[in-house]
Structure formats: structure tokens, C-alpha cells
């Protein structure tokens, strides 16, 4: 059975910087697409970034707008885990933050099938 486990949440100042972890067992994904969304209070999910294998060693990362130039994801095959480092932190990034895998690499239109429980971001002003 497939789980995705997030870590590394908490409480920071705006203008901070959290990384957060996705750990995967049960299989390796290793040449498919994952991504980070966040949901806050009383608000929808939001896609946040994703990484998706091209070829060889070669990914392709997008971002949400809301994001581009303060997060980045990564993800280190070895330890079968995608990373999401989240610098210049705002209130308004406060969500819950979940990792989604697709079993797949599909740049366009991916399939999450499985998704982790979710971590807490808390950003104070």
C-alpha cells in the first residue's frame, strides 16, 4: 500500500522559511509527478508546484503564480522523498500542505492518486 507522509510544518515569522518533506513507501516513484497543495481555512485547495520526469535525469517543476520565486521543489530519488523550501514566507501562505503523487509522468493533466494527511504552515505577521 501506498503512503505519503509530509513533515517539517510549524509556526515561523513572515519573512521566514520552512522546508517541507514528502516521504513515499510502498513503491518508488521516481519517474512520475509529484506536487505540493495547500489548502487554508473556509478556502478551496490550491496547486502549489509540481515535479514531473522528462527523461534520464531530466524534470520539469511548475509553479502557482502565488509561489514562483519564493518556493521550490526538489525531490532526492535516493530517499524516494520530494522536498517543497519555502522561503519568504507570508501570512497568507497559512494552509494545511499536502503531497500528492501520480502514479505516472504527465506534465498536463495529471492524476493524483495518492495524497498524504497533510502538514500545518502557520505564517504570524
Known amino acids: 500500500q501506498v503512503q505519503l507522509v509530509e513533515s517539517g510544518g510549524g509556526l515561523v515569522q513572515a519573512g521566514g522559511s520552512l522546508k517541507l518533506s514528502c516521504v513515499a513507501s510502498g513503491r518508488t516513484f521516481s519517474r512520475n509527478t509529484t506536487a505540493w497543495f495547500r489548502q487554508a481555512p473556509g478556502k478551496e485547495r490550491e496547486f502549489i508546484a509540481a515535479?514531473?520526469?522528462?527523461?534520464?535525469?531530466?524534470?520539469?517543476?511548475n509553479y502557482a503564480d502565488s509561489v514562483k520565486g519564493r518556493f521550490t521543489i526538489s525531490r532526492d530519488n535516493a530517499k524516494n522523498t520530494v522536498y517543497l523550501q519555502m522561503d519568504t514566507l507570508k501570512p497568507e501562505d497559512t494552509a494545511v500542505y499536502y503531497c500528492?503523487?501520480?502514479?505516472?509522468?504527465?506534465?498536463?493533466?495529471?492524476?493524483?492518486?495518492?495524497w498524504g494527511q497533510g502538514t500545518q504552515v502557520s505564517v504570524s505577521s
Open positions: 500528492a503523487a501520480d502514479p505516472a509522468s504527465r506534465y498536463s493533466d495529471p492524476v493524483y492518486r495518492y
Open positions: 515535479v514531473t520526469w522528462s527523461s534520464a535525469s531530466t524534470y520539469y517543476r
